[in-house]
């Protein structure tokens, strides 16, 4: 009985996107959520932004307005879309709130202002150790 197994041949991956063009948008959902969170920031959309940002404030459960992280991220997702369908970014109005939270999280965290970023740190500098629970 012959047991050897077939393998393929080793084809060479090519390092460009020969064939992807126009099939593939690098604008992605995070592209598109950095966008309108910019527009919301500079005022540019007919809101102050505050009424935004406080979702995103708070580096403790207990500061959360909706009493916790996870909820104020998904309020700050609920805004975000609903500005981006006002605006006219489909890429966004289309999403689950889940995925512009998740979106929302990568843009945040890219631009050093994630909520454990902010939480480790005093006057712009990061501090290394957590308070001890005391």
Known sequence: MNTAVAVAPIVPVPRT???????????????????????????????????????LDAVDDSQAIEGTQALDDIEAARILRSVAVKAGYPRIAEQKLDAVSKALKRVLKVRGLSRKDRRNMIGGQVVSAEPDAE
Do not use: C, H, Q
């Open 17 to 55: 996107a020969a064939g992807w063009e126009g099939k593939v948008s690098l604008f992605n959902l995070n592209d598109a959520v950095a966008a309108v969170a910019d527009r919301i920031i500079t005022g540019d959309v007919g809101m102050e932004p505050e009424e935004w940002l406080k979702y």
